[in-house]
């Protein structure tokens, strides 16, 4: 069987956030992540839910899939997979949740929140919400942007019994300020995500991925990538 490796996080899509700004970059991006071995990529735009409804959201989004896609050389051998950094507020659960907005139309939602610690019980109650009344799957994105939850393994070990997940992203693993700690979280197999939240070739860079997966089989062992991966082998399958 071929190896399957996964950029769980991206805003490679054009035109549609601070991401890719043309089908040329869009191109290039997704050329450098499969010259490092990557097979699949999570497009994952920024959908702010105070600022644009999710159909809105949704018609931007195809409208640039769909460029995208009639652009694609076909000799580019890679899956894309469609999804969303969802930015969550109350205005998310004002209405049923639509799937679409989740990994490939899956119960996986990867999730953002504001960083500010004093927003922690709003955080936490809205992953309940999304847990125990959506029956959905929160991801958090780039988990090391939460110093407070970065320093509270009671409520990370608290979160991940709920069911919440955790993403990272490769450029974290690379700088000093959290390589350790992240190092530590995926040994004690905490994470379970890893992407390159690339936006352009110098912002969150792609190629960052090929040296976070060397940061990680280095100081810790492949086992601990192939652990990584089969988490988003386990969502498509
Ligand atoms: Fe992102």
Known sequence: ????????????????????????????????????GVTDICLTPHFYTSEISTEDFL?????????????????????????????ITKYLFSS?????????G????????????????????YLENL?????????IAHVERYDWLLKDEKTRKELLSMGVLFQTNTISLCDRKFKKKLLKMIA????????????????????YFSQAQAVISDKLSSDFLDYIQSASKNIFS
């Open 131 to 139: 847990i125990y009344s959506n029956s959905l799957i929160p991801i």
């Open 188 to 207: 004690n197999k905490e994470i379970s995500f890893l992407g390159t939240d690339a936006h352009s070739m110098h912002r969150n860079s792609p190629q």
């Open 106 to 125: 899956t119960d996986y939602i990867l999730c953002e929140f504001s960083y500010d610690k004093n927003y922690r019980e709003n955080m936490l109650n």
């Open 59 to 87: 018609t931007k989004r195809n409208e640039s899939f769909g460029l995208l896609k009639s652009s694609l050389p076909d000799d580019l051998k890679v899956n894309l997979h469609l999804g969303a950094e969802v930015y």
């Open 96 to 104: 049923t949740i639509d799937k679409r907005i989740c990994i490939d």
């Open 1 to 36: 069987m071929n190896k399957v490796t996964y950029d769980f996080h991206s805003h490679i899509l054009p035109c549609v956030d601070d991401g890719a700004k043309s089908v040329e970059d869009s191109i290039a991006l997704i050329e450098n992540l499969v010259s490092q």
